[in-house]
Structures are given as C-alpha cells and as structure tokens.
C-alpha cells in the first residue's frame, strides 16, 4: 500500500519510515534476547553491550518520530497513509520502552554480579523471555507483512504471558521465604520478569496498532488478562 | 502451602462503535439522475439524500460530475442548450424538474456562490439590495437596508464595509468579494447554498474566513460545497460524496470517507493514488 502515489516522493517517505521501524524493530529484538542472555549466563559484558546500543534504540525513535511529523507536515495524508504514520509513531513508542526495558535486564546482570548463583530459579525466566521473544518477533513480522490475522494472533495469546508471570511470581516468593539468602536474586529474577512481562505488553499494543493499520478500527475489545500477581497471597512455609 | 490466586474478573468486549448517524432529515432527494452534454453522458443514474442544515462536500477529479451534479440543484444546467437532464430531484416535497416550476423563484431558494467572486459592477449595497428588490423581498426603503445590513452581517462582512456601502464591490479584496457574494445569495433568504470552488481564487486567510463562515451558516441553511481541496472538505463538511467518471462512488459521513473509506476508487483519491 505504500506504492503507487502520484508524488513518488511520498511514496519514499513512508518506505523510509517503514525501514527505519523494521530496523528499530530487529535491534530491539536483540537486546531483549541478549538481555535475558546476559541475565541467565552473567555475562558482565554482554550486559554492558546492551545498555550501551538501547541509545541507539532511542536515537531511531527519535528519527521515526521527526520523519513521521515532517511527512504529515509535507504530504497531508488521509486515510490509509495517515494510520502508516501514526502507527509507525506508536510502534516506535512501544520498541523503545522494550529498549529501556531490555536496557534494566542488564543492569541488574551488573548488580548480581557476584551473587549467588541458581539455575533452577533462572529457567523460569528463561522460558518466559523465550515467549515473549517469539511474540515479539512474531508481531514485528506481522507489521511487515501487514497481517492483522498474525497480529491478532499475539493479542490473543496475551493472557499465556501473565499466567507464566503470575506462577513465577508465586515461585520465586516462595524461594525467598526458604531461605533468606535467596531473597536479592530473587528480587531482581522478579523485576527482570516483570520487565519481560511487560516487554509481552508492548508486544500485543503493537498487535493492536497493526489491526488499527490495516482494518482502519480502533480494537475495542478488552485484551486478555491473568496476570493476578497484585492479589496472589503466598503464605509462609510452616 | 497456601496458594489463593483470585482471577480477575474480565470485562466482556465493549459494545461497538455508534453506527454512524445517517441524515436525520433529507433537505434534498435525488433518485437517478442523468446529464448529458450532447451525446456525452456526463452523469450517470446519481442517487443521494443531502441532509438539512448540513454541509455537504462534493469531491472528485475534474470532470467528474460534481459540479455538473451541483449544478442540476438550481437548475443551472438549463442554460446549456446542449444540456439534457433525466431523474427527479426534490427539495422538500418540491419537484424542481417540474415544468410548471418557476426557475427565478427556485433559483432565490437555492442560492449559488461560484469559484471566482463575480460581484455586479454595482456598490457594495446594491450588490446586496439587488436580489431582494427584485423578488420584492423588502416593502420599503428601510426593510432593505435592514435586508442589506442583515445579510452582510450574516457574511461577516458587515464591520469591514459598513462605511463603505456606496463603494464599487470590484473594488474590495478577493475574500471580501466572495463574502459579498454569499452575502448577496443570502439576501433572498435561501434554504439551500450552492458553493463551487468558492476558495479556490482565495489566499489562505481569506479562505480560512470563508471556511469559518461556512461553518457558521450551516445552522441555518443547507450547503453543498465542491471542493477539490480534500482538505477544506474534511475540515468544512459533515457528509462527503465522492464522483468519479460520472457516478457517485461514494456518500457518507465524512470522517468515515477520509479515513476508512469504502471504495477502493475513493481511497486511491483521497490518497493521491489515481494514475
């Protein structure tokens, strides 16, 4: 759809656009798995790698968004054009708070630093972050493709997230309520869960950005929700 | 151990968006109508309900129909010999095609204001006197003047010419022309204004007046504005019709034509797509 304008040149604005989403797109992918990478190896450096590039996930936010105000501005576009450039300004909002989420992962790779070390409580983690990851990866592949089925698709699946997050949750308590000296790996296994639940998040407001793209209706039904973790009650071991 | 998960209670979907509210009431009823320009068939079989008190924008590419079709609404095309017209139009319950009609007394009901202002070589006051005198709108000196003063008022041009009544209407700016001239189609107390292009001679200023003034009259009278600037038909209009080769493609609401339009053929347009 972003062919065969009478202005070539608008025909360019948008393709620009769209390849400095699907650029921003793949970057942020990766941070989110190296991220998780880091956090399950304790990979200092590779933590350090990751707060360094989420600047380059602001810095093309920041080219998207100018773009998008400078193509509005030029071409006034109607219709199917102007949802190409709103949704390409939310997508881009949505991938660079992935960014800045990826980017707190890693920080708290550098804070373990030297901590007790526990798989069992890792693959947890581990095995959400591989959720979202194809989530993620799946609904930057719908907005390619501008499927609004394989969008939906994700939007669905939500719910699957939550529920891994909430039994996590439940999991790494009661970790903490074993043994005391579990709880700062714990806290921090928890925030970097929260941060790729939330990751999860972002990926179904894209999932709906792309049905408003393509069907040109605002997605009015409520998302799927089980993330009850805000009243699960874990009692204390006895 | 105790585990007490409560779900959460999820919210059924909510109800879908408010159908688009179709015109309450239809000032002007079209069913099928055809023009032809001698042997060329310039509109084809065009239906359309246009809504009372309402501005109604008219898009298309040149040569489309649009103006040939606005111009049905007053009969304009009657002073084309080559012209020929076929369908029924009403207003209200008035047939406009019958043949008993008068034509002058239609033409005060439906008011048209054109693309290039075209005020008479005449003052300012009697580009505005002209047509209720005539159509003996005024029963003495002071009804018209009150007439005059009323219409320019109602135009928004009152307080740049009130002191300037006796000076030629040539001699204003272009956007106080074209404010003349709805001030002289709005004199004769029309329900219905016909406007073809009326900004497309104006800077950006005057036609933001226009525009504004526009907005102001739909409270009382029914609109119709051609416009190739889709723009100004988004920005002035709550119903838009989309002409192409002739037919009307598309009618609805106009948030709904520029932004999820139906036709593939008005997408394309209001896109900038038409090879």
């Excluded at chain 1, 949505?94 to 070390?117: F, I, M, P, S």
Aim: net charge negative.
């Amino acid at each position: 759809m972003t062919d065969q304008h009478i202005l070539k040149a608008f025909d360019e604005d948008l393709r620009e656009l769209s390849s400095r989403l699907a650029e921003m797109g793949g970057l942020a992918e990766r941070l989110v798995a190296d991220s998780v990478d880091a956090l399950v190896k304790r990979d200092v450096l590779m933590a350090q790698r990751v707060i360094a590039a989420d600047d380059q996930v602001d810095a093309l936010q920041r080219d998207i968004e100018e773009k998008a105000i400078l193509t509005i501005t030029r071409r006034q576009p109607m219709a199917i054009d102007l949802r190409e450039i709103v949704s390409a300004l939310r997508i881009a909002n949505d991938l660079e708070r992935v960014g800045d989420l990826a980017k707190n992962t890693a920080k708290r790779v550098l804070a373990l630093d030297g901590e007790y070390q526990a798989q069992k409580q890792l693959r947890g983690v581990k095995h959400m972050a591989d959720m979202v990851l194809q989530r993620l990866k799946q609904v930057l592949d719908a907005y390619g493709a501008r499927d609004a089925e394989r969008a939906m698709d994700v939007w669905r699946r939500d719910g699957e997230v939550d529920a891994m997050y909430t039994s996590l949750f439940r999991e790494l308590l009661t970790y903490m309520m074993e043994d005391p000296r579990h709880i700062t790996l714990c806290i921090h296994l928890l925030f970097a869960a929260k941060n790729i639940e939330r990751i999860g998040d972002h990926a179904t407001n894209i999932a709906e950005t792309i049905y408003y793209l393509v069907v040109g209706e605002v997605l009015t039904e409520e998302r799927p929700k089980l993330d009850t973790t805000s009243i699960t009650k874990v009692s204390l071991p006895r | 151990m105790d585990v007490m998960v409560h779900p959460i209670k999820t919210p059924g979907p909510a109800s879908a968006a408010a159908a688009a509210a179709a015109p309450d009431s239809a000032k002007i009823i079209a069913r099928s109508v055809n023009v032809y320009y001698g042997d060329k068939h310039a509109l084809k079989d065009v239906s359309v309900d246009i809504p009372e008190r309402a501005v109604t924008a008219f898009i298309g590419p040149s040569g489309c129909g649009k103006s040939t079709f606005l111009r049905c609404i007053n009969r304009m095309n009657d002073t084309i010999p080559i012209a020929r017209v076929t369908g029924e139009i009403r207003i209200d319950d008035l047939d406009i095609y019958d043949s008993s009609l008068d034509v002058v007394q239609l033409r005060a009901r439906v008011g048209m204001v054109f693309q290039k202002p075209n005020p008479f070589p005449k003052s300012v006051y009697e580009n505005v006197a002209y047509g209720p005198r005539i159509h003996g709108h005024a029963r003495s000196k002071a009804e018209l003047e009150e007439i005059v003063e009323t219409s320019l008022k109602k135009a928004g041009l009152w307080e740049e010419v009130k002191d300037r009544l006796s000076d030629s209407g040539t001699g204003l700016s272009g956007g106080q022309q074209q404010r003349l001239c709805i001030a002289r189609a709005i004199a004769v107390s029309p329900e219905v204004i016909l406007m073809d292009e009326p900004c497309s001679a104006l800077d950006p200023i005057a036609t933001a007046r226009i525009e504004e003034l526009i907005d102001e009259l739909r409270a009382n009278y029914t609109i119709i504005i051609v416009t190739h600037s889709m723009q100004q038909a988004a920005r002035v209009s709550q119903r838009t019709a989309f002409f192409h080769l002739g037919v009307l493609v598309e009618e609805g609401p106009t948030e709904t034509i520029f932004t999820n339009p139906s036709d593939k053929r008005t997408l394309d347009y209001i896109t900038g797509r038409f090879g």
